[in-house]
């Protein structure tokens, strides 16, 4: 079993942390918010009263955090954890953030012998709570290696995508893709409606034709298709729309800063943006269905 | 076994033709192009030299025409078939034709007591060659009850997919959601490729995540991704661009008559004009993914 | 002075009656709501009971009329005009329609020696009653030429746009265009003043800059930065977003027939339509810079 | 007359350097490339041999450099010009880059007591020539003040956009506008060309219609409708599509940062940038319109 710290306790880094505990590793904790961290500790973390405790003997220094500037702060800001950390631990930051960011923290940590994965998430908080995220990895071969067994106590599908940076990327080219199905399944299923079809018999037929897709699969926009779904809870729960936006213009920072040209992703943060003015930011996000109905 | 009488003898129509020959069907067929009728004379089919002749003591009349002029023409116009098909009879259209047309046709038959279902397919011409074609059908329950069997010998999926006109509406709908997903895993995939991922490994991660759907599982518009798809031949076979535009068009005249804001499915139909306007008309519509390299 | 028969007395069609009555000419009108005859009565006008008295020693027929459909039921319908219309005459359809149902007519007509130009007008309400309407028109030249006295007399700009059909391309090119500058120029300022910019000097900066454009000097979509504008009357008045709407629906299809790309004008369809839908179809067009605000 | 130190002699700082001397300000340059450096002294121009003496006694600095990181670079970085400028002196910097950055570095200036400007402009090369830019302009009213008469010298619109940042907001919403009104005429033109019309014809209905705008009144992307214009030369020389599409991004990046929604900048984006990655990056922005040709 392993030592090891982790950063940033919120919905979704509270439940990773307790099942690291779960597993039997020797987990210290730490959050801004002191209740995070209670919880954390009723679980069986312990925590420490400075970074430099906090992460000493750590061979793993894990951390979920908001943003980029958020990760810089913690690893290379005043007091930074680089000053601290063994050289040869792994650090593996699960937070979404942008490429520039993950390099320039990786080399950082590099030159002092500290070792580190990208390693962002997808599942939410269901899959966060279960055990059953995705991982996608991006790092040297040896250290996602190392990183597996960690990551195997907190999730289900662990990727490596390639070398620094790629997790993100991998991360953001998926979320893009899904944001874009949402979109484009929400659109087709309205054109039947308005054309007189049953949306439970065109979900049905365009899942056994090539139309078909994850959202339609597992997460139909419309009420009432599926059940134990958002659109059938009144957009309640899931994945919101205030997220899909920040990630389809992580997609379009990407997009822009590689020359890449991705119309299908632009048009999708337009209406994710828009809709998240017009007040549903909060909703789950196939809300965006909603869009699309005639008053 | 059934009197079947069969216009329209293209690329699919011919195949379609020749599978209900196979089933054992008694089968006219015509078609403005002796060769092709030529063809089926050889597998087993008979013809005749009048409209009055070819539906003469017919149950079935199937029709697979490139539009709707075709076939109002063809039942409607001057010697149309509306003169000469038994009351009882039923006509089933396979065209993909405008829904306006349909009830149009489908209205004036049933004044003379004549049954009609429209009955688009998808699968393209080894799906109907092989028989595997789904149907995607409107019309009442009764008629499409009559049709099934018929239809079972041309297809593998048969939907009802609702009343007059649905069968088009749905195929509309499917198509469009596939030009969507073509074009929106073509950018996921190149915004990852552009920020050093690998093909191989992204498709691989998408299709266990969010971003999973039909054409990144079994139409991957990146070369050298999967065999045997048109992409790793030069996106040569498959469905052309020219057709991908088509049915996007068709798409869009629909969302203009019923009020409906299509904006993926908008953007989807003009980047695959300017494909075709580029010069790409004819290539297999996965060829979308090269309009998004960068030189 | 000239003998008239005018046909469609709307809020388009009424005032332009009136005008050619005010200009001199022998006017004898039509519409299916008698208050709107009578009101033209009291202009000055005649009408009669019957088409074939009211085309009676005609030399120009004008219509104004709501679609494609009613101008072919009046002119080629049952009692339709053409069988009455004088060899020689002229007819001046005002109505936006598309272009094939113009060069249908038109033809009709040319077999019986009846002469056509095509000429749908811009201008609005407004300019209707002032006689101040554009005219985009679409025939031979000898035609225009004829018909041009007539239209001064209720426009200000008389443009000889091309052959049967022109006057209604040149329309729906230059439709599309305007509902693109003013979905452009509101999420323009909307990008400014979400970023502290005051949207009256942003407007005076872009307008002696290459972003100047029509709807940011005569039409400005934010409330308050021009008076005498729909903007600053809570979007009422103006052009609704309903006939924007449909004005590039039309554009649509007119690029779906000539397999022309048009991803901006697509594009500007979908925000439309999705702003109708959400309940705002009898605002002003410029209402569409609520879209982009954020609440 | 004052003493101004200039960093950044390229196309652009060049000329508006050389406008300076020719004003009769006394002019110290400074130019990575030693050739830019010489051919401003053979104008007039001195330099120095480090940043200290260059900005020794200036009362103004101007900066004309390619991107956000070079600014900082410049002022705040090793040796930054932050440590020589005298309090009281006005810096002025043309540059155009992200607000953020404009912000950062304002800022830290002030604490030394060194006022800032940030000064973008339009007006390309020729207008750097002629003295004729225009000049958008962040900062406080005594800076703008300030700074006006030394604007003068190189443009002849100088705007007060609002404060710090402002300049560049109000440059990046005016250029996103020019590229949303440069690809919508052009797709409005093809659309006329398509079915039928005479570009020049269409144009000047337009351009008298509400479809008037920038474009086509100053820069018509059909070639042969206006002279001296780049669409009449092969698309040579003029603003360049790598520029326009870098113009794009940074409009698309601040809508991302400040969650505004650009649908239709958001596509003018992706279409100039596949138009790049198709190989027409050195050509002028008006290119694009040979998008929407068809073979």
Redesign the interface.
């Known amino acids: 079993m392993a030592n090891v710290a982790f950063f940033g306790l919120g919905n979704m880094g509270g439940p990773m942390a307790a099942n690291l505990v779960k597993a039997g590793h020797s987990v210290k904790v730490f959050d801004l918010y002191d209740q995070a961290v209670q919880q954390l500790l009723e679980q069986g973390a312990t925590t420490a009263s400075s970074n430099q405790q906090l992460v000493d003997g750590a061979d793993f220094i894990v951390s979920m955090l908001p943003a980029g500037k958020h990760v810089e702060g913690l690893y290379l800001g005043e007091d930074g954890l680089i000053n601290y950390i063994k050289p040869g631990a792994l650090v593996i930051d699960s937070s979404t953030i942008d ?1 520039p960011t993950v390099v320039n923290v990786a080399s950082a940590l590099a030159e002092k012998g500290i070792n580190f994965v990208d390693a962002p998430v ?1 599942g939410g908080v269901g899959g966060a709570i279960a055990g059953t995220l ?1 991982f ?1 990895v991006g790092g040297e071969d040896a250290d996602f290696a190392t990183a597996k067994p960690l990551l195997d106590n907190m999730g289900k ?1 662990i ?5 620094y ?2 997790g993100q ?2 991360k ?7 944001g ?2 949402m ?3 929400s ?6 409606i ?5 949306p439970k ?2 979900s ?3 899942l ?8 339609l ?1 597992l ?1 139909n926009p419309c009420p009432d298709v599926l059940e134990n779904v958002p659109s059938s809870n009144n957009y309640e729960g899931g994945f919101m729309v205030d997220l899909m ?1 920040k990630d389809l ?1 992580l ?6 800063n ?14 994710f ?2 809709h ?4 549903n930011g909060k909703k789950d996000f196939s809300s965006i269905f909603k ?5």
Chains 1, 2, 3, 4 share one sequence.
Not at 172 to 178: A, E, F, H, T, Y
Not at 208 to 215: F, K, V
Not at 258 to 271: K, W
Not at 291 to 295: L, S, Y
């Open positions: 490429k997808s995705s996608m599908n990727f490596h995508a390639g070398s940076g790629a990327i991998a953001v080219c998926n979320n893009m893709l899904l874009i199905l979109a484009g399944t659109e087709a299923l309205q054109l039947g308005a054309n007189g079809l049953d018999k065109l049905e037929i365009m056994q034709s090539s139309g078909r897709n994850w959202t699969e997460y936006a213009g997609a379009l920072d990407t997009a822009v590689s020359q890449s040209s991705t119309p299908m992703g632009a048009l999708a943060r337009s209406l943006a828009i998240a003015g017009q007040g869009m699309f109905d005639k008053e």
